[in-house]
């Protein structure tokens, strides 16, 4: 122990604490409200200590650096942002500072969100390094040490990260969860999909997310595109016409609309889209690569939340005027 603290405990000691009377002071417990406390990187125990002082946490930074030093921990303080509970104790804000408990905040990732809303949400996240603010994909792809498309190379999930923790992180996480559970399903897949690579089930897998949010429907959904791809019928999915249009969507789609010109309108094209067309979670994977069998060809959205399914295009017209939908499909695949 060096003779700064040697001196210090000398001082309580002989001041009339003694080392019980000091653990007692310990373990005091102390009602700092909802106070929160950023130490950046070489913060000293002393400068926090002070810090505790200052704003009415502690009453003595010399005692408190004290219990850090006669407890081995006078150099043990790790960087970030700490949220001390109320109550709490001396030596409970040295254990938390000690063994780096930082805040944690939380970042969702939302199945279906392209890749410009999951740039957004990094934008928006507090305390977080925005470290891809205005680079080209190209350039974040190179940052991450991708190869294939961002659109839809992100597992959605809620992620937590530290204070100034950089956004790369949090996408290099996330596209290693998508990765990984690509592989698992890729390899336990169902025979003789039209699909020939994983990239192009995980394509496959965003248009039944962006189609249904209902567990019961996606293997049906994925089922019906999966007949449509074998018969070299055009998939006509309205998600990759919104996704063409990008901004210039506003709510409803027109005829012109569905003849926009792009390689994602699968009204114009035949197959797959060229990528990913939003983030898809597992249920919506392991649907593609488990389709449901069927002969349906054709599925109409009700209005209320779900699909109804047909295996002929007569059949489609009825159901579509049935629930009132005009000519230029809406929800439906034609």
């Given amino acids: 122990m060096r003779s ?4 210090i405990l000398g001082a309580l000691v002989f001041g009339g604490i003694g080392i019980g009377g000091w653990y007692f002071l310990a373990d005091r417990p102390l ?17 926090f200590a002070e810090k505790l002082k200052a704003r009415h946490v502690i009453d003595s930074a010399d005692s408190f650096v004290a219990l850090a030093e006669l407890n081995g921990k006078g150099q043990a303080l790790k960087s970030g942002v700490y949220r001390f509970p109320d109550p709490t104790t001396p030596m409970h804000i040295l254990r938390m500072v000690a063994s ?17 809303q999951v740039r957004q949400a990094l934008a928006r996240a507090p305390h977080l390094q925005d470290d891809v603010k205005g680079l080209s994909h190209a350039a974040v792809r190179a940052a991450l040490r991708m190869h294939a498309s961002l659109e839809g190379a992100f597992f ?95 709510g409803v789609l027109t005829s012109a609309d569905l003849a926009f010109q792009s390689p994602y309108n699968t009204y114009l094209h035949y197959g797959l889209p060229p990528t990913p067309i939003g983030l898809c979670g597992a249920p919506a994977l392991h649907a593609a690569l488990h389709p ?43």
């Fill in 156 to 250: 959605p999930d809620t992620y937590y990260y530290t204070y100034g923790a950089p956004a790369t992180s949090i996408l290099a996480r996330a596209h290693k969860r998508l990765q990984a559970l690509l592989r698992k399903d890729w390899k336990q897949r169902a025979p003789d999909l039209p699909v020939r690579t994983p990239q192009q089930a995980l394509i496959l897998a965003s248009l039944v997310e962006k189609e249904t949010a209902k567990n019961g429907e996606r293997r049906k959904i994925a089922g019906v595109f999966v007949n449509r791809l074998r018969l070299g019928m055009r998939l006509e999915t309205d998600p990759t016409v919104i996704f063409s249009l990008g901004r210039r969507y506003h």
């Fill in 100 to 116: 780096g408990q930082v805040v944690q905040y939380p970042l969702t990732l939302v199945p279906g969100w392209t890749f410009h």
């Fill in 292 to 334: 449901d069998k069927t002969h349906a060809l054709y599925f109409v959205a009700t209005g209320r939340g779900g699909h109804v399914f047909s295996d002929t295009l007569q059949a489609q017209d009825q159901e579509i005027r049935k629930y009132e939908i005009d000519s230029a499909p809406r929800p439906s695949t034609r």
């Fill in 4 to 7: 700064f603290s040697r001196g």
């Fill in 31 to 47: 009602h700092p409200g909802p106070r929160t406390f950023h130490l950046p990187v070489g913060t000293t125990m002393r400068a």
